[in-house]
């Protein structure tokens, strides 16, 4: 892609910045959409990359299909239900299952299915979603019914998988399975020259968010926040942004 056509998907996304590291992480996701590839998402908390699998999806043929693109955070689902939401459960399967439900992977079927933080997920429903990924197949808990289903995952992550791998906690099979693709989402450290555009970017959003006329802020601050080693990257960014609009005056 030329940089017009990366600047045309940053717009739809709304994605700030000019980075090569980004562009060519942006340019990746394009260039895989229109396959059935496995993606691994991998960058720090708050770098941003919730939005890599929607352009990914929203390149794709299936974007056709209603209701096509599902997105979970395996990290916010207790290890204890995490199969039952992916896979779905058969009615008194456990205690409280009192109806029969789809899990994710037939609630995508025909899409794309996003497990973000999947270095969290536990190393029973890791083997689930290894085999569904490679017999397209899965089964309800409490079922031994198989059920077919054609998903395209996406995985994000901010662990070191390699490192979880050694220490017994991630399958090596199944990161290879899911890393077909590997896109690498720069930490703002690395991308001190889109600094200057997020804070502007974030003035002018959180002043019309609380309804303020828009401040401004000086050279040496904007280059004393560039020069910052931002661990929460650009979440960080924006509440300290937040901040200073509510704390300062005009400036």
Known sequence: MDLKDIQAVKQRFGI?????ALNRAIDTAVQVANTDLSVLI?????VGKEHFPKIIHAYSLRRHKKDSYVAINCGAIPKGTI???LFGHKKGAFTDAYTERKGYFEIADGGTL???EIGDMSLSAQAK????LQERKISRVGSDRDIDVNVR???ATNKDLAREIREGNFREDLYHRIGVILIKVPPLRERKGDVEILVKHFLESICKEYHIPTKSINNEAVKMLSEMHWSGNIRELRNIIERLVVLSGAT
């Open 153 to 155: 995952v996406i995985a």
């Open 42 to 46: 991998q960058g720090e908390s708050g």
């Open 129 to 132: 979603v290894l085999r569904a």
């Open 83 to 85: 199969e039952s939401e």
């Open 114 to 116: 996003f497990l973000d």
């Open 16 to 20: 700030i910045g000019l980075s090569p």
